[in-house]
């Protein structure tokens, strides 16, 4: 038997690369992981998720004490903006959870092996000068930002994500290209800061993928908080003179031109898989039309001891999803049995309120067979109620015959916790019968889960 450097070679360190790496490493495998940042986490860490949420829970206190939220409570206060002190706020987060990950690959004796990774065949990967053997080797290099054709990023008035993330004032006028996650979440990050922020969506409605009737109340609640949205719209052209930018819509059906300015424009249309540098034509791995490298439920692509998990492969684009691959692909080198239910992913949308579902949208599950609804509004829902959080409802989507629980969508401040609840009832066969009769403690959030699914029933108590 060939003798390699090690058992297991990951590319890749985000969510879905570290965690297979510790994972290889904790079922005893000798594991390196090559990543070409400076730091370990990949994008979520990085530039995605925590970031993200750091700024978006400190815009959140801002806006709660700038929109009248506070004084509601009988706290008066007038907030003044330290951005240099948000912006290091959510520095810090970074910095200590990408040496978290450092930590950890120490602890579990992970070696990391800094630099670019390209194949020279299937158990060998070159990085810089060193020729890394592995006898299996898994690729979890992520994704990054889809360009719009004939925009170009200089991240100061046209910017993508990693930009929006760290800009050193607040923009008068923020349009966001795409009203996605990515929109969203930042666009709400801007606004609460004092931007005006229009959002220009391709489609006829915000946020697709998820549930129709959570699309169109959300819609309506960004409205009521200030965004303003062109849907049906493509932006064709952007002008940018390096203080503003001009942007040319059209109608998507087609129809007369029409333009706007801004001084700060964020491109947010989505991510596509990574694969730059790889060299995936030396191990004879293709990528398919979307540029993911295809896998079966095992994780393997068409290479023998080549795996792939993350980002870089169909399905949604999600840190969690990524790290549950990578768990289950460790498993899987290592002999075991690693398996992600890809039905039971739930989709999480930080802004406020959250956004969250999991499994089936409602109209997905009427194509599927015949369904029973149950809603309950966050309105009648006491604790929301009481913390001045009334935007929002739960949906409950049951199979009509079995009663099996297969779609639960929410808007409500603490969607996000909420749905993980969802999330495991699905996983065990819930029907919205279990769920209903589940003792929920009382005052919370989570009482309005209950409530919908006593509603599938039609008995919900407090509508
Ligand atoms: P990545 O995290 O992209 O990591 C891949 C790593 O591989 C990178 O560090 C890259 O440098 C490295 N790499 C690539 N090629 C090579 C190579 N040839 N050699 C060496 N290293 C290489 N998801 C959520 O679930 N929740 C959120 O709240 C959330 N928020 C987000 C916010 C933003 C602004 C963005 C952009 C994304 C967000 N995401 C969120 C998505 C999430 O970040 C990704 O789904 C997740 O990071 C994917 O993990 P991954 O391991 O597949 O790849
Ligand atoms: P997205 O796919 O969520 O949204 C892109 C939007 O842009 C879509 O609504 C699409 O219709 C629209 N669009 C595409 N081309 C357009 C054009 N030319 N003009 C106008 N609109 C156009 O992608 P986004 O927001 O960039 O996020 C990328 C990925 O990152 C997502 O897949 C998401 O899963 C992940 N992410 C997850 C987060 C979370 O879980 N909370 C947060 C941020 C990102």
């Given at each position: 038997m060939a003798d390699y450097d090690f058992d297991v070679l990951v590319i890749g360190s985000g969510p879905g690369g570290y965690v297979a790496a510790i994972r290889a490493a904790q079922l005893g495998l000798r594991t390196a992981c090559v990543e070409s940042r400076e730091t370990l986490g990949g994008t979520c860490l990085n530039v995605g998720?925590?970031?993200?949420?750091?700024?978006?829970?400190?815009?959140?206190?801002?806006?709660?004490?700038a929109n009248g939220t506070m004084a509601k409570m009988g706290i008066k206060v007038t907030p003044e903006l330290d951005l240099p002190q948000m912006h290091a706020q959510r520095l810090?987060?970074?910095?200590?959870?990408?040496?978290?990950?450092?930590?950890?690959?120490?602890k579990n004796k992970?070696?990391?092996i800094k630099g670019r990774g390209a194949f020279v065949d299937a158990h060998t990967v070159q990085v810089g000068e060193r020729a890394v053997t592995a006898k299996d080797i898994i690729i979890a290099t992520g994704s990054t930002v889809t360009p719009l054709p004939g925009v170009t990023i200089d991240q100061k008035v046209i910017v993508d994500s990693t930009g929006a993330l760290e800009l050193e004032r607040v923009p008068q006028h923020l349009v966001v290209i795409g009203g996605g996650v990515i929109g969203l979440e930042l666009g709400s990050v801007w606004r609460r800061l004092g931007a005006k922020v229009t959002c220009i969506e391709f489609?006829?409605?915000?946020?697709?993928?998820?549930?129709?009737?959570?699309?169109?109340?959300?819609?309506?609640?960004?409205?009521?908080q200030g965004f303003e949205f062109l849907l049906s719209t493509k932006v064709t052209h952007v002008a940018n003179d390096g203080q503003k930018a001009t942007l040319t819509l059209e109608p998507a059906a087609g129809g007369e031109?029409?333009?706007?300015?801004?001084?700060?424009?964020?491109?947010?249309?989505?991510?596509?898989?990574?694969?730059?540098?790889?060299?995936?034509d030396a191990v004879g791995l293709a990528t398919n039309t979307r540029g993911q490298v295809e896998i079966d439920h095992r994780f393997q692509t068409s290479v023998p001891g080549i795996w792939a998990i993350g980002d870089v492969v169909p399905g949604p684009m999600l840190a969690h999803k990524a790290e549950d691959e990578g768990i289950?692909?460790?498993?899987?080198?290592?002999?075991?049995?690693?398996?992600?239910n890809h039905d039971v992913i739930p989709s999480v949308v930080y802004t406020w309120p959250e956004i969250a579902g999991v499994g089936l949208t409602e109209e997905a599950a009427r194509e599927k067979g015949e369904i029973k609804v149950g809603k309950f509004p966050m309105l009648a829902n006491s604790r929301a109620k009481t913390n001045h959080e009334p935007d929002g409802f739960v949906k409950i989507i049951a199979d009509a015959k079995s009663d099996r629980v297969v779609g639960v969508w929410a808007i409500a401040s603490?969607?996000?916790?909420?749905?993980?609840?969802?999330g495991l009832a699905m996983e065990f066969g819930a029907t919205s019968e279990d769920i209903a009769y589940t003792?929920?403690?009382?005052?919370?959030?989570s009482e309005a889960i209950k409530e919908a699914a006593m509603a599938v029933r039609g008995k919900a108590i407090h509508v």
């Open positions: 998720c925590i970031p993200s949420k750091a700024l978006l829970h400190a815009s959140e206190y801002f806006d709660a004490a810090d987060a970074v910095k200590q959870l990408t040496g978290g990950i450092a930590f950890l690959f120490k992970v070696e990391w489609l006829d409605q915000i946020l697709p993928g998820f549930d129709g009737e959570i699309r169109k109340e959300s819609n309506k609640i960004f409205r009521k031109a029409t333009t706007i300015e801004a001084d700060c424009v964020l491109v947010s249309i989505g991510r596509r898989a990574n694969t730059d540098g790889l060299a995936l289950a692909v460790a498993e899987n080198i290592a002999g075991q049995t690693g398996i992600v603490v969607a996000g916790t909420m749905i993980a609840e969802a003792c929920h403690a009382h005052p919370t959030h």
